[in-house]
């Protein structure tokens, strides 16, 4: 007599359907970081530091001769970014021109804004020029009281993605 065994085995998953599973994440990864460090405008030289940008800030937030701050954060943001953050209305009739793509320096604290009034604000946002794109003497503010606009935290910091350290260390060769 004859015996047959069949063997019932689940079939693999085809190796080629694996890596194209793993292909469209990978993808989307490199598409976003690609698409950052595109916007983040590596190659641009910036006119204004972070520091710099929290230093002009501090002066507005200084009473009686000391920063009266309690929370500071900055962020490196395309004009166009600080645009919808802003809602920046340059006046009745004004043409923006400004180029959507240039970099500001977007400073968020909690504390007065002295040129406003010691105690009308609870909290500011300031955003300075950051490269040659912007005209020298732009600059932005808002401040207010109780909660502080949720926009600022949906920000990306588009200095992480910044060549400069690179390009500071090529420079001292």
């Not at 065994?5 to 976003?32: G, K, M, N, W």
């Not at 504390?111 to 003497?137: L, T």
């Amino acid at each position: 007599m004859q015996v047959t065994y069949h063997h019932l085995h689940r079939r693999s998953p085809d190796t080629h359907q694996v890596r194209r599973l793993l292909f469209v994440p990978l993808a989307l990864v490199a598409a976003i970081t690609f698409s950052m460090v595109w916007s983040s405008s590596p190659t641009v030289p910036l006119t204004l530091t972070r520091q710099q940008a929290i230093e002009r800030a501090a002066s507005d937030a200084t009473v009686s001769g000391k920063v009266a701050w309690t929370h500071v954060e900055t962020k490196l943001v395309t004009y166009g970014e600080a645009d919808r953050l802003f809602a920046i209305t340059p006046g009745l009739g004004y043409v923006d021109r400004t180029d959507r793509d240039a970099l500001v320096w977007v400073v968020a604290y909690l504390g007065p804004m002295v040129s406003i009034g010691a105690d009308y604000c609870e909290w500011a946002v300031r955003a300075f020029r950051a490269d040659g794109r912007i005209a020298s003497d732009w600059g932005a503010s808002l401040c207010g009281n109780g909660q502080p606009p949720s926009g600022f935290d949906l920000l990306p910091d588009r200095s992480w993605f910044r060549l400069d350290d690179l390009r500071d260390d090529w420079n001292a060769i």
